[in-house]
């Protein structure tokens, strides 16, 4: 009877993969920076692999590899980005190492991203950590390197 009452749990954010945290706000393209995907952040990347940011179950990997989607175990939708524009690549640049339904957490490898190919094909290689379904802010956070399964938040 009371459920709704309780203090939800705060969700743990960890960062995806190594590089400088970039908050959304910097990001170039106006899609994310003004938010209009959800709150979150972004990473330049130093490595090519990318984790799970979140403790939870892969509920949507993009048919382009590009994205993939996670549910928490506390309802947050969170959607991996990788990269900008890289919609266009097809998929070639990124190996999936995940599956619909798998369960993961902050040490599970979901995609090994090739950034020189991204590069090269004239796209950004920033990794984009987005809480689609709201209740999150990542604006006060206040980072520069980080490494993949370092807490950022939570």
């Given at each position: 009877?009371?459920?709704?009452?309780?203090?939800?749990?705060?969700?743990?954010?960890?960062?995806?993969?190594?590089?400088?945290f970039v908050?959304?706000?910097?990001?170039?393209?106006?899609?994310?920076?003004?938010?209009?995907?959800?709150?979150?952040?972004?990473?330049?990347?130093?490595?090519?692999?990318?984790?799970?940011?979140?403790?939870?179950?892969?509920?949507?990997?993009?048919?382009?590899?590009?994205?993939?989607?996670?549910?928490?175990?506390?309802?947050?939708?969170?959607?991996?980005?990788?990269?900008?524009?890289?919609?266009?690549?097809?998929?070639?640049?990124?190996?999936?190492?995940?599956?619909e339904g798998?369960?993961?957490?902050?040490?599970?490898?979901?995609?090994?991203?090739?950034?020189?190919?991204?590069?090269?094909?004239?796209?950004?290689?920033?990794?984009?950590?987005?809480?689609?379904?709201?209740?999150?802010?990542?604006?006060?956070?206040?980072?520069?390197?980080?490494?993949?399964?370092?807490?950022?938040?939570?």
């Amino acid at each position: 009877m009371f459920e709704r009452f309780k203090k939800k749990k705060a969700e743990a954010f960890f960062a995806p993969v190594d590089g400088t945290f970039v908050p959304l706000s910097e990001v170039a393209d106006p899609v994310f920076s003004q938010k209009m995907m959800g709150e979150g952040f972004g990473v330049q990347p130093t490595a090519s692999e990318i984790y799970a940011p979140i403790e939870g179950t892969v509920t949507t990997i993009f048919q382009t590899k590009h994205a993939i989607g996670l549910t928490s175990q506390s309802g947050s939708e969170v959607l991996i980005h990788i990269g900008l524009d890289t919609v266009e690549l097809a998929g070639s640049p990124f190996e999936v190492h995940v599956q619909e339904g798998q369960v993961v957490d902050e040490n599970t490898l979901l995609v090994i991203a090739d950034f020189d190919k991204i590069r090269h094909a004239g796209k950004a290689e920033v990794v984009l950590t987005l809480v689609t379904n709201g209740g999150e802010s990542f604006d006060l956070l206040d980072k520069n390197q980080v490494k993949h399964g370092e807490l950022l938040k939570g």
